[in-house]
């Protein structure tokens, strides 16, 4: 299946809850969006990715699949951290995004049962970047707005070499 890329206006679409107990497709999608990531090197992703509006996101950031149905963020860390994020919806380019360093994030398995995950570092920044993509944002609009014309630049110059 096809990872949308910017500017795909479904990017900004904001996803609908799911339940896992009646969404007969959640397995299949959840299996279709870790071929994807895994086809795409990376490390995480949304069902919006994929033009899917369903709130479920997969990440893998120590050789075990993960996926989460619903995902919320209910803690934060004050302390955050500046760093480089590529993004297979805008792929090619790496921004600095600044994320808290530790995260709890509380969502429901593909099985529907609670799912309570205390994160931090890659983990916590892949779950605020997945679960951003399922609000409708995408690392661009995370961006200053000269930052922000400077990686479109790149991004569409990038795009058009490729």
Do not use: W
């Not at 899917?52 to 951290?81: H, M, W, Y």
């Amino acid at each position: 299946m096809q990872i949308l890329t910017h500017p795909n206006p479904a990017l900004a679409e904001h996803a609908e809850t799911i339940d896992p107990h009646s969404d007969a497709s959640l397995r299949p999608l959840v299996r279709t969006m870790a071929e994807a990531m895994y086809d795409n090197d990376g490390v995480g992703l949304a069902a919006s990715q994929l033009g899917i509006q369903k709130r479920v996101i997969v990440f893998d950031i120590q050789d075990e699949l993960g996926a989460i149905c619903n995902p919320v963020i209910i803690e934060r860390s004050a302390e955050t951290a500046i760093d480089e994020e590529g993004c297979l919806s805008v792929p090619g380019i790496n921004v600095p995004i600044e994320r808290a360093v530790s995260i709890v994030c509380e969502g429901v398995s593909i099985d529907g049962e609670r799912v309570v995950l205390e994160a931090d570092d890659l983990l916590a920044r892949v779950l605020q970047h997945e679960i951003d993509h399922l609000d409708g944002v995408i690392i661009l609009d995370r961006l200053a707005p000269e930052q922000r014309k400077a990686a479109i630049r790149e991004y569409n110059s990038r795009s058009v070499a490729m």
